[in-house]
């Protein structure tokens, strides 16, 4: 087995590791800076993320768009404004520009190219990188006083390497993505024995609910206001074979519970009566079927109501009574809920290793110079880049908090 010696060992090159390294490094040259990872090539996530446009972060970094230890997370977020992200990444030569929304991408909105400007810098400092080397433990032993109290010495074990390192940084992300990029849980491992976790759930993930009528009209994109547990989002809504997707549908994907209602408002800008009106009005066409809807809803959305009430063969024109009972549909087009599709289709986990146990530079109150960041602790984001936002600026806060300890010997 070959051994290794470091000042820093970063577990797991993704968004946040990548960007430790480079802050301590730059801050400190003399550092030896190792970046250990599992899969055969760093960033894969982050390459993917924002469908391949990398939605970087968000403007609005207000705290009640994070879930989680928010009260822990709010200083470290205060600490790295969208401003600080706009000039880190200028600095390594990504332009990070808002396109009308608050949304920040990469100008070229190509995610491989962060990946590929984290990468280059990391080389451009020397920063030593490991590739298809997957951490499975860190032993841990007490080396003497310092002014924070006991310092500590780590040995990581690889199946072919051993590293030894007076710090160490776990940022192996939650399990978001699955096995694919690298997020298959496993690194819970390396603290569950010694720090306290929220259960892991997927979030900004698409839904499975009752799919009969999801079924019926896969591939239809409507705009719609979606009610999950009286939490509401406006936006395109995907009908899907196991169920909803789109970008409400995973916004508001957090929320749900088994046999939840999820209820779509097709027409969110007219009221019931309104709708009611329209319908009335509309038996004068002489429509029926599939092109009773014609020009007012997607036809065959509007054919599911009146499937869905037993009215898609009447020939005569519709009651006051079935118009009013066809409006209250198309505002509460229900479907039952009954699961995500799973960590493999998640953008972020919710849970993880609770805040309160890691102090304002995130290293453990538990074992000195252990620091942990992005998503394998318990604070995730709105989809909108305030996970990506977490990532970096957890990466800024750790990173800061071992140059403080190198300068001043702080905890």
């Not at 590929?116 to 490991?130: C, V």
């Not at 009215?311 to 087009?333: D, H, M, P, W």
């Not at 995130?362 to 880049?385: M, P, R, W």
Request: charged share 20%.
């Amino acid at each position: 087995m070959e051994t290794v010696n470091c000042d820093v060992l970063i577990i797991g090159a993704g968004a946040s590791g990548l960007t430790a390294a480079i802050m301590l490094k730059r801050k400190n040259v003399n550092l030896n800076i190792i970046l250990a990872e599992k899969l055969s090539r760093v960033g894969k996530k982050l390459s993917v993320t924002g469908n391949g446009r990398c939605n970087i972060s968000n403007k609005d970094q207000n705290i009640s768009h994070y879930h989680g230890d928010t009260l822990s997370a709010k200083q470290i977020l205060n600490n790295f404004t969208f401003d600080n992200l706009k000039d880190f990444f200028g600095s390594i030569g990504v332009l990070v520009y808002e396109f009308n929304s608050k949304k920040a991408y990469p100008y070229s909105l190509q995610a491989s190219g962060v990946v590929d400007a984290l990468r280059f810098e990391a080389e451009r400092l020397n920063i030593k990188t490991l590739t298809n080397t997957e951490i499975k433990k860190t032993e841990f032993l007490k080396t003497g006083n310092t002014k924070s109290g006991k310092d500590t010495a780590f040995t990581s074990f690889g199946d072919e390497i051993k590293i030894n390192s007076k710090y160490v940084i776990i940022s192996c992300g939650g399990m978001a993505g699955g096995a694919q990029y690298g997020t298959d849980g496993s690194a819970y491992n390396l603290l569950n024995k010694i720090h306290t976790m929220q259960k892991p759930k997927p979030v900004i993930v698409q839904i499975k609910t009752e799919n009969t009528v999801t079924r019926s009209l896969k591939g239809i994109k409507v705009t719609a206001k979606v009610t999950i547990n009286n939490h509401s989002d406006t936006g395109e809504v995907l009908f899907c074979d196991y169920g909803l997707s789109g970008p409400p549908i995973l916004q508001l994907s957090r929320y749900c519970k088994k046999n939840d209602i999820v209820s779509l408002d097709l027409m969110p800008e007219f009221s019931e009566k309104q709708i009611t009106d329209f319908i009335l009005k509309r038996n004068d066409l002489n429509l029926a079927g599939t092109d009773f809807f014609a020009g007012l809803l997607n036809k065959r959305v509007g054919f599911a109501i009146l499937k869905s009430l037993n009215l898609q063969n009447k020939n005569t024109k519709y009651t006051l009574k079935e118009a009013t009972l066809i409006a209250k549909t198309v505002k509460s087009f229900n479907f039952k809920y009954l699961d995500t599709t799973g960590f493999k289709n998640a953008q972020s986990t919710s849970g993880g290793f609770l805040l309160k146990e890691f102090t304002e530079n995130l290293c453990s109150k538990k074992i000195n110079n252990l620091y942990c960041t992005g998503e394998i602790l318990n604070i995730d984001g709105d989809c909108g880049g305030y996970n990506l936002h977490w990532a970096f600026a957890s990466a800024f806060a750790a990173a800061n908090g071992i140059l403080n300890k190198e300068l001043y010997g702080k905890r």
